[in-house]
């Protein structure tokens, strides 16, 4: 399966130019699982190539029924488009019961312009978002929520190595806890593909595991 490690499928030229866009990685699946009601939705990646940038697209669903009735549903896809290391560009659409959130974001010079519900942030350009995907959020101290665009300053400590359920079988995965402005648990694969993550939402444990 090709690498998901970002910084090292866009690693910079001897030249110091950005390298062309290689292969893009595999497109992946993950179920997303509520600790009450069971699997709730589908989480879905897209990779392709665009020039010298790669194109990350995402589509979320989610539905939780009681007595086949919907008390949550959720709808979201996102766009990313990254240029060697860096960010140049996300848009995302949220629809969460009902409501409807957006956020933007774009390169300018040394810094990103990132357009949400809070209005227009300046962040430095080193920022990404906190889609866990992309490996390099394991390095990045300053992260943006995809769905309200608010900065989020977190730290994140190895946790050694697992076990967990990927695709009917067992695998053994690296560990990393994220603390701060956001709290999550997160899995990847030695070749840095994201594996696993699990949040605590409302009280109850969502995971999102490979398929």
């Known amino acids: 399966m090709r690498v998901l490690l970002l910084a090292l499928a866009l690693a910079l030229l001897v030249a110091g130019q950005a390298a062309a866009c290689p292969d893009a990685p595999d497109d992946a699946e993950y179920t997303v699982h509520h600790e009450t009601y ?3 939705g589908r989480h879905v990646i897209t990779f392709a190539c665009a020039g010298d940038e790669l194109v990350v697209e995402t589509r979320v669903t989610g539905e939780v029924k009681v007595l086949f009735v919907p008390i949550f549903q959720r ?5 990313e488009v990254w240029r060697g290391d860096r960010l140049v560009a996300f848009d995302s659409w949220f629809k969460d019961n009902g409501e409807i959130y957006e956020v933007k974001a774009r390169a300018d010079g040394e810094q990103t312009i990132i357009e949400g519900r809070r209005g227009r942030i300046k962040a430095p350009s080193t920022i990404v978002s906190n889609h866990p995907w992309n490996h390099a959020v394991l390095d990045r101290p300053l992260l943006f929520d995809t769905q309200r665009g608010k900065l989020q300053r977190v730290r994140v400590t190895p946790a050694g190595e697992d076990t ?4 009917g079988g067992r695998v053994r995965a690296l560990k ?12 990847y694969g030695r070749d840095g593909e994201w594996l696993q993550s699990r949040l605590e939402y409302q009280g109850a444990e969502i995971t999102l595991t490979r398929q």
């Open 164 to 167: 967990i359920s990927v695709n």
């Open 75 to 79: 709808e979201a896809r996102y766009r």
């Open 176 to 187: 990393y806890l994220v603390t701060g402005d956001l709290e999550r648990e997160l899995w």
């Open 38 to 40: 069971g699997e709730v």
